[in-house]
Structures are given as C-alpha cells and as structure tokens.
C-alpha cells in the first residue's frame, strides 16, 4: 500500500505560481514513477508531468516550459512547480503513484482567474 497526501493548491491570478507537494508513504520501495494529473468537469483526467523512479521527466504538450515535476527521496515527496498560469490550468489536481499497483491523492483544486 501507498498512501498519497497531496498539498498546494489555490487560488491565483494569470502570469501567477503554484507549488503542489505530494507526500508518498507506505510500500515505497516498489515506487515506479509519480505523476500529477488534472481533471475539469465533464473532462477525462489526462496526464500533466511524470516522473520515474530513475529520475526521467515528460510533460504534457500544454504544461511544457512552465510545469517542472522534481522529487525529493531523503522526503518521499514529489513536487510540481507550475509558472505562469493560465486560466485553462484550472482543475482538480491528482497525484499519483505506480508500483504494485495504482495509487491516488484525494486531489488539490487549482483556480487561476483571468
């Protein structure tokens, strides 16, 4: 078992930044990757940045240039530093975490007004 505890979320104005931290406890040795995705109403959740276990990074074509995903192991913690805002970022943020199996945050909500 992997329990996630996402942190970081609120409100901002365009051109703003949010930090999102995601906590990881439990079974982490058998840790894969993490990611963060998002989720609008009415829309499928889809994928914003991954990172593995080795450290390799990929980012959404939407987010590239203004998410960064980075970790930090010695804390279990993964982070994602989101830059200059849009309104179309708004969402309920996910983290999530691959090992043995599938594993959720319970999900942080970001608003970024215009």
């Known amino acids: 078992q992997v329990q996630l505890v996402e942190s970081g979320g609120g409100s901002v104005q365009a051109g703003g930044s949010l930090r999102l931290s995601c906590a990881a406890s439990g079974r982490l040795a058998s840790l894969n990757a993490m990611a963060w995705y998002r989720q609008t109403p009415g829309k499928q959740r889809e994928l914003v940045a991954v990172i593995t276990s080795g450290g390799r990074t990929n980012y959404a074509d939407s987010v590239k240039g203004r998410f960064t995903i980075s970790g930090d192991n010695a804390k279990n913690t993964v982070y994602l530093q989101m830059n200059s805002l849009k309104p179309e970022d708004t969402a309920v943020y996910y983290c999530?975490?691959?090992?043995?199996?599938?594993?959720w945050g319970q999900g942080t909500q970001v608003t970024v007004s215009s």
């Open positions: 999530y975490a691959q090992a043995s199996n599938d594993y």
